[in-house]
């Protein structure tokens, strides 16, 4: 059973103050692992999809990276408006369902 | 283009009703997925429709059922509800050769 694990459950940041947080999937085969962003009371909102080990993307002050068994979510100088919980998941090759952590939620303190 | 919707935005049941959410998936998206989020949890996945058939579903009971409509918008059905039923039910469109889905902005259903 495909399994995503992320740490820490929860980080507290100064405005500018950069940091990374942690996925860690299992999975049978990897079609796909997802990051997404979901502010209080809203659907998550999709940010980034990563397919093989090695790949990097970036938007704006976010770059998620990943390995064959862990996927990065790097915040570079991050600002109060990046506060939110972060959701990272995986879909593999032989389901259409997604599989996801119980996310990280960050606070930035300006 | 239209995002995903999803109708209504909050619901209060009673123990043992039955209560139905439903969701308009993006424009040209042919799938849609349906998942229950617990406070403080990611979303657990419930079931998938591909061109109105069921062609998933999660570790929930019959009780959760679904439909989907030849528009592509879809309905979640729950009978006999019960007190941890309390959730955000999110609703999330894909193009069917697509990985990546969206997601609508959820229906918050209280069960007291």
């Known amino acids: 059973e495909d399994q995503v694990t992320q740490s820490p459950e929860a980080l507290r940041l100064q405005e500018g103050e950069s940091s990374s947080l942690n996925c860690s999937y299992t999975?049978?085969?990897?079609?796909?692992l997802f990051w997404y962003r979901q502010d209080p009371g809203k659907g998550p909102e999709f940010l980034f999809t990563?397919?093989?080990a090695g790949e990097e993307k970036e938007k704006e002050r976010l770059k998620a990276t990943l390995t064959k068994k862990e996927s990065f979510l790097h915040i570079t100088a991050p600002k109060p408006e990046d506060s939110a919980t972060y959701l990272c998941?995986?879909?593999?090759?032989?389901?259409?369902?997604?599989?996801f952590g119980d996310g990280t939620t960050l606070t930035v303190k300006p | 283009e239209t995002g995903v919707t999803q109708s209504p935005t909050h619901l209060i049941k009673t123990r043992g009703q039955q209560v139905t959410l439903r969701c308009s998936s993006q424009?040209?998206?042919?799938?849609v997925s349906w998942y229950q989020q617990a406070l403080g949890q990611g979303p657990q996945f419930i079931f998938q429709?591909?061109?109105?058939?069921?062609?998933g579903r999660g570790n929930f009971p019959p009780r959760f059922s679904g439909l989907q409509f030849p528009n592509y918008s879809s309905e979640l059905n729950v009978n006999a509800l019960e007190l941890d039923d309390s959730a955000l039910y999110l609703c999330?469109?894909?193009?069917?050769?697509?990985?990546?889905?969206?997601f609508g902005p959820g229906t918050r259903l209280t069960v007291l």
């Open positions: 424009s040209g998206h042919n799938t």
């Open positions: 990563l397919y093989s």
């Open positions: 998941a995986v879909r593999n090759t032989n389901a259409g369902k997604s599989t």
């Open positions: 999330a469109s894909r193009n069917g050769a697509a990985n990546e889905q969206f």
């Open positions: 429709y591909y061109r109105e058939e069921e062609n």
């Open positions: 999975v049978s085969g990897l079609r796909g």
